[in-house]
């Protein structure tokens, strides 16, 4: 499957940014879709991911409450709506794809997942 994220961009603390990826090549539903992201100078961390179904999500502690992942069937598309951003927000997102369902700790680390997209740089000033 092929991913193409976008949405990033230059935003305030405090405003919002929604970032798509759409997916193309294989059956969507096929797949666990996640978002992960890096700082510069860090590692990439898990952000939030969703199951093929839609029906259960998973958050890092640090966006609990800001961010939502959801995703749309039809359109072949994940989102992540971010809201309340922060400077430490800052980073470029990358979203990825996983084979099957996952249990909940395998849908937290990037290795279980297959395939990845470009990544779109979020940008939060102060």
């Known amino acids: 499957v092929q991913l193409q994220a976008s949405g990033g961009g230059l935003v305030q603390a405090g405003g919002s940014l929604r970032l798509s990826c759409a997916a193309s090549?294989?059956?969507?539903?096929?797949?666990?879709m996640g978002w992960f992201r890096q700082a510069p100078g860090k590692e990439r961390e898990f952000v939030a991911a969703?199951?093929?179904?839609?029906?259960?999500?998973y958050y890092v502690d640090s966006v609990k409450g800001r961010f939502t992942i959801s995703r749309d069937g039809a359109k072949n598309t994940v989102y992540l709506q971010m809201n309340s951003l922060k400077p430490e927000d800052t980073a470029v997102y990358y979203c990825?794809?996983?084979?099957?369902?996952?249990?909940?700790?395998?849908?937290?680390?990037?290795?279980?997942?297959?395939?990845w997209g470009q990544g779109t740089l979020v940008t939060v000033s102060s």
């Open positions: 990825a794809a996983a084979s099957g369902n996952l249990i909940r700790s395998s849908m937290l680390a990037s290795r279980y997942y297959n395939y």
């Open positions: 090549g294989r059956p969507f539903g096929s797949y666990s």
């Open positions: 969703i199951t093929r179904s839609g029906g259960s999500t």
